[in-house]
Structure formats: C-alpha cells, structure tokens
C-alpha cells in the first residue's frame, strides 16, 4: 500500500468521526451499525462478525457479535492484508491459504479462526477503509447468495457511516449559522436601539407630541422600530435554535398589513403601486412568516425599472399541499439561470452593487424550509419576478 492510500484512508475515517477520544455514534447510528453487523452473522451463519476500520496503526472494530470490540495493530489484522484486493475475499479455511496460514488470529496466538469472509468498506470516493467481516472457528463456505449479501451489508455500512457525517456538517453548519446570526443581529440592533432612544427623546417634546401630523408619524415610526426588533431578536433565536418553529395560526391578511406598514416609507417615496388580495389563515410561525413576506415585498420594491415605480401583487392560491402565495412585481426580473443561485448564502444574483448582505433569500428558504415549504422565483405576467413560497397544512 502507497503512502498516498494510507493518508487518504486516515483522512477518510478520520473525517466519519467514529474511532478516538472524538467518537461520535449519535442518532442511534451506533445501533445502526450493531444491526447490520448481527445481520450479517445471520446472513452468513456464522457465529462471529465485525466491522473494522483500519488506519495506519490499527485496526478498530466499531460493531462486533461473538466477540467484545477490540484494538489490534495492522500487522495483526487479517483485513489489512485484503485492503487492496480486487474485491471480496472467501477463505473455507484460513490454515491452509498462504496469506493468514501464519496470522495471529489463526495460528492461535490470538484466536483461532478458520473459516473468513470479508467484504471491502469503500466510501463514495473509492477509499477502502476497512472491511465488514464474518468468521467461524470451523471450516466453511459460503453461497453465492451469502457472498453478494455480505456485499450488500458492506455497502450499507458506508450508508451509514455518511449519514454520520453529514449530520456533524449539518451541526457545524448550524453553529456556523448560529455564530453568523448573532454577529448580524448585534450588527442590527445596536443603531436599532439608538434610533429608538432619539424617538422616544423627540416624542417626548411637547411640539411634536402635541403636532397632529408629527406626532401619529412619530408613533408609526415607535411600532416599527419595535417590531423590527422583535423580527431580529427572533431571527436570532431562530438560528440558535435550528430552525424550532412556534406555529400557530396565522392570519396573513394581518401579517401583509404590519407588512406594508413597515415599507409605507419606501413605498411612497418610490411611487409604487401594492394591491393585496385575500389572504387565508395558516398554521405557521408568525414572526418568521412576516420576515419572509417582509423580504419578498422589499426585494420587489427594490429591484424596479427606471423608467416607471413598482407594480406589486401580493395573492395567494389553494393549492393541493396548503396555500401559495405569491409577491408579484413588473420589475426587470431574474434570468432563469440565477432563480436557484439567489437562494444561496451571500448571493445576490447579477445585481451586486445593490445595497444589502445578500442573506434575504438564503434566510427566508430556510424558514419556509423548516415549515415543511417550498420556496422559489418564476417569472410573473407582467414580465418581472414572480417569488412564491408554499406552506403545507397543519390541520
């Protein structure tokens, strides 16, 4: 074996995370693999089977039946001789085959095997990094049937060891997330706290309490300013959470007006013409919707032509999972190509000079995301964007 096969295998088992002060069998993964193994003996009929994962030094048996699980050095392994071999091994009996005839394991020194049956463990990338194994004190063979089970069990075995690391990326990124999120939200909130201590000074002058324009203007700019802390502080948790939703029902009629409430500012100084058609009641998480919604109608505000202001839409339609709805806008649209792309972290399709992060779309489908939705752009009527989540039925 090469020097670069030896550091891709080590790289390999290393990155599942299963042998070491960092062992990480949760999920019920542990049971998993004591399943297949047990299987496999039962498959087999044989007494004794292990799941070896072999690195440069040692031979690490994860799951074992007949046997407690145990560390040996790879010059006493018998799978570490098969590590290269084309592809399964089949020994009726071990005393009499040259290559373990004088292994440890079969001349008595650590056990006293006969019959062997091994089938390579080869991740998706093509690393060999052990075996799955099953042997008998007595002579034996298997059938053809057996021999392409065991293979069969090999091939799950890697299953489940790449749904173990997929769920420890899966955790990294969420803390990744977590971490991100509270390095925005401290971003958002400290000139957040500082807009509404200027308010709540300047609501406290008697002039402008008492003005009639001012003072209701002044008002609408406290809630919002509250609400928009609400939404940041539960994005916050959101994150921290991992997507745990606290579902209710929704009326999106409401949510759409707290909407437009928030935007009154940008959708007067731009000119734009929203029209809201009626919307249900839903079973969803209410300050995670709002941001959605909040983002799909600011994004249409936004991205206008120059030559006229934004005709928006925002409806939604029965459909046969729960409810679509949809922000509609006459805007200049997004390609087809990049429909997909603008949903990823920091992406902001072909318009990167425009203002903003780039997490708006990302944010919004991994909240539809976690209500069990879907979330999309299409091209609306008027030739612009048409962006549209579903949320399912929780009844």
Known sequence: MTDVQGVARREAIADYGVIGAGRDLGGGLDEDLQGLVEIAAQVCGVPQAAINLIDHREQHQVATVGLEPSVCSTEDSMCAMILTSPGPVHVPDARVDGRFASNPFVTGAIARVRFYAASQLRTPAGVVIGTLCVFDEEPRELTALQRRSLDILARQVVDVLELLRAGRELRRSNDELAHFAGQVSHDLLNPLTALTGFLEVVGEQPAVAEDPVAGPYLGRAAQSAD?????????????????????????????????????????????????????????????????????????????????????????????????????????????????????????????????????????????????????????????????????????
């Open 227 to 395: 609400r928009m802390r609400l939404l940041v502080d539960d994005l916050l948790d959101y994150a921290r959470l991992g997507g745990r939703l606290r579902l209710e029902r929704v009326d999106l009629a409401e949510v759409c007006a707290d909407v437009l409430e928030d935007l009154s500012a940008r959708v007067a100084s731009t000119g734009a013409a929203v029209e809201v058609d009626a919307l249900p009641m839903v079973s969803a998480d209410r300050v995670q919707v709002q941001a959605v919604l909040q983002n799909l109608v600011a994004n249409a505000l936004k991205f206008r032509r120059d030559d006229q202001p934004a005709r928006i839409r925002v409806g939604a339609v029965r459909v046969a999972s729960g409810w679509r709805v949809a922000v509609d806008d006459a805007g200049p649209g997004v390609p087809e190509h990049l429909r997909e792309k603008v949903f990823g972290l920091l992406e902001r399709g072909s318009r990167s000079a425009e203002e903003g992060a780039g997490i708006g779309l990302s944010t919004c489908r991994r909240i539809i995301d976690a209500h069990g939705g879907r979330i999309g752009l299409d091209a609306s009527t008027d030739g612009g964007t048409s962006a549209w989540f579903v949320l399912p039925d929780r009844d």
